[in-house]
C-alpha cells in the first residue's frame, strides 16, 4: 500500500485521534483485537484444510471475510474514535505506535492470504470439479452482447464534482463501488444496491456452473456512462463504514425510531476501510482516500475479487462437495402431547444439545405449551429469532389460545435491530405483551418459562439455552439447553420476568447465577474456592466463546500459582496468556474450529469432588458480566451431569482433529493430522443417544 499524506483534523475526521502504545513483552495479557484476528486465522486455516470437503472450504473463506466485514464494521470505529490500548498487554507487533496500526500489520496479511487461497488454491480445484469462474474475455461474443443488453437496464448514481469532494457523507456509498478517472476528473459510481438486488455470481449464457462476478461486467460497461469523455480507468473499490446505530437509550420510543431511521444515518456512521486492487495506481487512488478522511492503515489492496464475504451464498449446490449429511435426534422426552412432554420434564430434567438434537425438540416444547388448556401463561426472552421463525408463530398461537404470553425482546442486537423490531411488531399485533429491553443492559439470556395449573397447583417449566432461540443457526451452531421442573430453578426464572415487568426492582435468586446482579463475584468465589480449599486437586473447565475479563483472568492466574489445574476451551478470543512460568504454568488453552461454530457455554468446578456443572449464555467479558442480563443454570440432573462431564466436556478439551493449542507467545498449534481420528463434533453426531 502507498503512503498518502494525512489530513488535518477537520469536520471529517475529527474523531481520528492516535492511541497510545506501551510495549510490555511481559505483559499479562494479550491484544484483544490481535486475538480475534488471529480466531479469523484459525477459521481460514480451514478454507486451506484439505480434510473438508471443497465447497465447505469455500465457505470457511466466506466466513473470514465476513467475520472482518463485521470486524471492521464495529471494532475498528472505536479506534478511530479514540479508544486506547492498555500498558500490560504483551506486545506481539514491534514498531506499532498506534491499534489501528498494530491491527493493519496483521489484517493486510490476513486478507491478502485470502485472496491467495481463494485465486491459487480454490478456484483451480473448482475448476477441476467443473465449476468455472470466467474473465469478460473469457466470454464469447454473444455472451458480451447479452451482458451489455441487461447493462443498458441499470440506473446509475454518479458522485463527481462537489459530492466526490463530500463523498465522506454520502448515503449511497457502502460497499462496493466503481471509481472512474476521465479526462475531466474522477468521479464514483455505487454499485452494492445492484449486486445485492441481482447477485454477486453472473451465470454466464447456457454454460453449467459457470460464473462471472458482476462488478467484472459492470466495469466493462460503466465507460459508456461517459460518452463525451475519455476514460482512463475503471477500478472497483469497496467500503465499509461504521455500524453503529447510536441506540444508546432506554426509551422504547426512541429505539424504535433510531431503526426506522437507520438506512437515513449511514452518511453520519464513519467509513473505517476502504478496499482496493493491489494494481490499482496510487494516484488514482489518493484523491478518493482524501475525500474519505481515511488515513492509511484503513486502506487495504490485494489481489482480486473483493468482498469474498459473498461466497458464504455460493450458488452451486453439489452435495459430494458438502459435510455427509446426518440425522439429527429428538431429544427423549420431548416428543408426543402437551401431557406426554411435561410429564417427561416432571420427572426429570431434559437436556437438548445441538445441533446434534434437532431443534424441533424446544419447538414441540414450545407447541406443548401454546395448545395446552392447562397453561396459563408463557414468557420468554428473544434476541436473535433470524428472518423466519417457529418460536414466533407459537408465541402466537398461545396467545390466540387465552394464554397470557409476555416476549422480552432486545432491540439492541448488533446487525439485528430492524428484524427484532419487526418480529416485536409481529408479537403485539398478535396479542402477546412485549416488554422491549431492560434499562441500562442488553438482555442476552435465553429463557423461557411456562406455568400451568395442576390439581389447583401452580407448576411451572423451564428451558434456559446457551444459544438464540433461532431455529436457521441452530442448525449450524452448538448450543445447549436444559429443561428442567426443578422449583428452585424455576421460581428463580419467574423472579427475573419479575423484574423485567418491574414488579419485583431487586431479584434474589437461589439456583440461577445472573448478571449483571452477582455473577461476577460469584464465579470469582467459586475460582478462590477451588485454589483456596483444593490447591493443586482443584480443578476448573470454561468452555466460552470469549474470555477477555481481567477480574476473571486475574483469578485464574491466581489459582494456577496455586496448582489448580485449568482447562479453557475458548473458541475466539482469548486474552489470557497461558503457560508463563509463576503466572498461568497450570492454564491451558485450546480453540475448537470446525464444521459447526462453537457456540456452548459450559462452567465446571471441581468442589473438592463435588462438582459443579452451570451452562448459559454468557462469555467471559466485561460486556456479559457488567452491561447485559444473562443465566447461568446450575446442572442438577445427576444422569445429565455425569453426561457432560465424562462424554462431552473431555471431548472439547482435547480435541486431537480440530483444537488448536494457544502458546504463552499468542501462536495457536494445531493438531497434528493422523488418519483416522475424529473430531469432537464428528463424535458427537455419533454418540446422539449418550445423553438420552
Not at 452435495?319 to 420427572?347: C, N, Q, V
Not at 435468586?509 to 483456596?532: C, D, F, G, Q, W
Not at 486474552?575 to 459447526?596: D, H, M, N
Request: net charge positive; glycine share 6%.
Amino acid at each position: 500500500m502507498g503512503k498518502t499524506e494525512k489530513p488535518g483534523k477537520t469536520e471529517k475526521n475529527k474523531y481520528q485521534k492516535k492511541s497510545t502504545r506501551f510495549p510490555n513483552e511481559s505483559g499479562r495479557y494479550f491484544n484483544r483485537e490481535l486475538s480475534w484476528l488471529k480466531f479469523n486465522e484459525r477459521v481460514l486455516y480451514e478454507a486451506e484444510n484439505t480434510d473438508n470437503p471443497l465447497l465447505e472450504r469455500v465457505t470457511f473463506l466466506g466466513i473470514v471475510a465476513g467475520n472482518l466485514d463485521e470486524f471492521f464494521m464495529v471494532r475498528v470505529p472505536s479506534y478511530q474514535k479514540g479508544a486506547t490500548y492498555s500498558a500490560d498487554e504483551f506486545s506481539e507487533v514491534i514498531g506499532s505506535d498506534t491499534q489501528l496500526e498494530m491491527i493493519y500489520s496483521r489484517a493486510i496479511v490476513l486478507m491478502r492470504h485470502m485472496a491467495t487461497v481463494w485465486n491459487s488454491d480454490l478456484v483451480p480445484k473448482l475448476a477441476a470439479e467443473g465449476i468455472f469462474f470466467l474473465k469478460y474475455a473469457d466470454c464469447t461474443d454473444e455472451e458480451k452482447k447479452t451482458f451489455k443488453r441487461e447493462f443498458e437496464t441499470e440506473e446509475f448514481t454518479i458522485l463527481r464534482g462537489d459530492r466526490f469532494s463530500d463523498i465522506h457523507h454520502d448515503e449511497y456509498l457502502r460497499g462496493f463501488a466503481m471509481l472512474v478517472q476521465t479526462n475531466m476528473g474522477r468521479a464514483v459510481i455505487p454499485i452494492q444496491k445492484i449486486l445485492d438486488s441481482k447477485g454477486r455470481f453472473v451465470p454466464v449464457g447456457n454454460r453449467k456452473n459457470t460464473f462471472i462476478f458482476r462488478e467484472d461486467l459492470l466495469k466493462k460497461f460503466i465507460p459508456s456512462l461517459f460518452l463525451d469523455e475519455a476514460v482512463y480507468a475503471v477500478m472497483t473499490v469497496r467500503l465499509t463504514r461504521d455500524s453503529d446505530l447510536g441506540l444508546k437509550g432506554d426509551d422504547a420510543d426512541d429505539l424504535i425510531s433510531a431503526i426506522i431511521d437507520a438506512p437515513n444515518t449511514l452518511a453520519k456512521r464513519l467509513p473505517s476501510r476502504l478496499e482496493t486492487l493491489d494494481t490499482m495506481p496510487f494516484g488514482y487512488m489518493a484523491p478518493l482516500v482524501q475525500a474519505l478522511s481515511l488515513i492509511p492503515e484503513l486502506v487495504y489492496d490485494m489481489a482480486a475479487p473483493l468482498g469474498l464475504v459473498d461466497l458464504k451464498e455460493f450458488p452451486v449446490k453439489r452435495p459430494p462437495l458438502r459435510f455427509p449429511p446426518y440425522i439429527a435426534s429428538l431429544p427423549s422426552g420431548l416428543t408426543g402431547t402437551s401431557e406426554k412432554i411435561f410429564s417427561a420434564i416432571a420427572r426429570r430434567d431434559r437436556f437438548m444439545f445441538t445441533p446434534y438434537n434437532s431443534f424441533d425438540g424446544l419447538i414441540n416444547f414450545m407447541y406443548a405449551a401454546a395448545n395446552d388448556p392447562t397453561v396459563v401463561k408463557i414468557q420468554m426472552t428473544l434476541y436473535r429469532l433470524g428472518s423466519e421463525s417457529p418460536v414466533i408463530a407459537a408465541l402466537i398461537a398461545a396467545a390466540k389460545n387465552n394464554i397470557d404470553v409476555t416476549a422480552v425482546v432486545e432491540l439492541k442486537a448488533s446487525f439485528d435491530e430492524e428484524t427484532n423490531f419487526k418480529w416485536a411488531t409481529k408479537l403485539k399485533e398478535g396479542g402477546v405483551n412485549v416488554i422491549v429491553g431492560y434499562p441500562g443492559v442488553k438482555v442476552h439470556a435465553k429463557c423461557c418459562l411456562v406455568t400451568r395449573i395442576e390439581n389447583g397447583q401452580i407448576v411451572r417449566y423451564a428451558n434456559i439455552s446457551t444459544g438464540n432461540y433461532n431455529a436457521k443457526t441452530a442448525k449450524i451452531y452448538s448450543d445447549m439447553s436444559i429443561f428442567t421442573a426443578n422449583e428452585e430453578i424455576c421460581s428463580d426464572a419467574a423472579v427475573l420476568f419479575a423484574m423485567f415487568s418491574g414488579s419485583v426492582p431487586s431479584p434474589v435468586y437461589r439456583r440461577i447465577i445472573v448478571s449483571p446482579h452477582s455473577m461476577n463475584e460469584t464465579l470469582i468465589s467459586k475460582i478462590e474456592r477451588e485454589a483456596n480449599v483444593s490447591g493443586s486437586s482443584g480443578r476448573i473447565i470454561m468452555k466460552m466463546n470469549s474470555l477477555t475479563d481481567r477480574d476473571i483472568i486475574n483469578a485464574l492466574y491466581a489459582a494456577s500459582e496455586k496448582g489448580v489445574k485449568i482447562d479453557l476451551s475458548v473458541r475466539g478470543i482469548c486474552i489470557l496468556r497461558p503457560g508463563v512460568p509463576g503466572l498461568s504454568e497450570t492454564i491451558r488453552v485450546t480453540s475448537v474450529v470446525g464444521r459447526f461454530l462453537e457456540h456452548t457455554r459450559v462452567y465446571y468446578f471441581e468442589n473438592s469432588g463435588d462438582p459443579e456443572v452451570y451452562i448459559g449464555s454468557p462469555d467471559m467479558m466485561p460486556r456479559n458480566l457488567n452491561r447485559r442480563i444473562e443465566i447461568l443454570c446450575p446442572i442438577l440432573d445427576k444422569k445429565i451431569k455425569k453426561v457432560l462431564i465424562e462424554k462431552i466436556i473431555p471431548e472439547f478439551i482435547y480435541d486431537s482433529v480440530k483444537g488448536h493449542t494457544l502458546d504463552a507467545n499468542g501462536r495457536y498449534h494445531p493438531p497434528e493430522r493422523k488418519p483416522g481420528n475424529l473430531s469432537s463434533q464428528q463424535k458427537f453426531i455419533s454418540m446422539q443417544k449418550v445423553w438420552r
